[in-house]
Each structure stands twice: as structure tokens, then as C-alpha cells.
């Protein structure tokens, strides 16, 4: 069982960053493909950005390309996702996800674990 707890989330103008921290314990960090969601008020869960375990490389919506970047510190046991250039349709509670030994999925029912949100509002 992992456990997960997401932080970094606050209120910031348009153009601004943000950096989003997932924390894990509970289980075997390098062993899980970690993915980013978010979910904004009368919207579906979507996909924001995941990073694979073992050499399983990173992937990205199309929608923040070029401006947000995952990356994992495996001495931390926690994945990040740096937010730049945002924009108000960014504006959503962000989880962060856990999928043990699996691929590079950008579908929320192929997660096992889930951490609560943070939330992150964009004002323009």
C-alpha cells in the first residue's frame, strides 16, 4: 500500500509558477510509474503529466507541453511538477497517482493509488 501526499498548491496570477510536490511512503517508490491529474469544479479527472519507473522516460497533455515538467527524486521518494507560464484554465485540484511496474498510462482507472489534491487556482 502507498500512501501519498501532495503540496505546493496555492493561489497565483496568470504567467506565474508553481512547483507541486507528491510525497510517497508506504511502498517501493522506484517500482511506481507516478501520473499527475486534475480536476476542475463540473470537469472530469484528466491527465496532466506522468514519469515512468525504471528508464520509462516522461509524458505530457498536449495542453502543458513546454510549460510543465515532472521530474522524480528517488532519495525523497517524491515526484514534482514544476508549473510554469500558467494560465487560468489551469485552475484545478491537482493529484498526484501511483501505478506499480506500469507503463506511461493517461487513464485515472489504471492507477492504484491516489493521494487527497492540492489545489491550484490561477487568477488573470
Known amino acids: 500500500q502507498v500512501q501519498l501526499v501532495e503540496s505546493g498548491g496555492g493561489l497565483v496570477q496568470a504567467g506565474g509558477s508553481l512547483r507541486l510536490s507528491c510525497k510517497a511512503s508506504?511502498?517501493?517508490?522506484?517500482?511506481?510509474?507516478i501520473g499527475w491529474f486534475r480536476q476542475a469544479p463540473g470537469k472530469e479527472r484528466a491527465f496532466v503529466a506522468a514519469?515512468?519507473?525504471?528508464?520509462?522516460?516522461?509524458s505530457y497533455a498536449d495542453s502543458v507541453k513546454g510549460r510543465f515538467t515532472i521530474s522524480r527524486d528517488y532519495t525523497e521518494n517524491t515526484v514534482l511538477l514544476q508549473m510554469n507560464m500558467l494560465e487560468p484554465e489551469d485552475t484545478a485540484v491537482y493529484h498526484c497517482?501511483?501505478?506499480?511496474?506500469?507503463?506511461?498510462?493517461?487513464?485515472?482507472?489504471?492507477?492504484?493509488?491516489w493521494g487527497q489534491g492540492t489545489q491550484v487556482t490561477v487568477s488573470s
Open positions: 497517482a501511483a501505478r506499480r511496474r506500469g507503463g506511461l498510462t493517461t487513464s485515472p482507472p489504471l492507477y492504484d493509488f
Open positions: 508506504g511502498g517501493t517508490f522506484s517500482f511506481y510509474t
Open positions: 514519469i515512468g519507473y525504471s528508464n520509462l522516460g516522461t
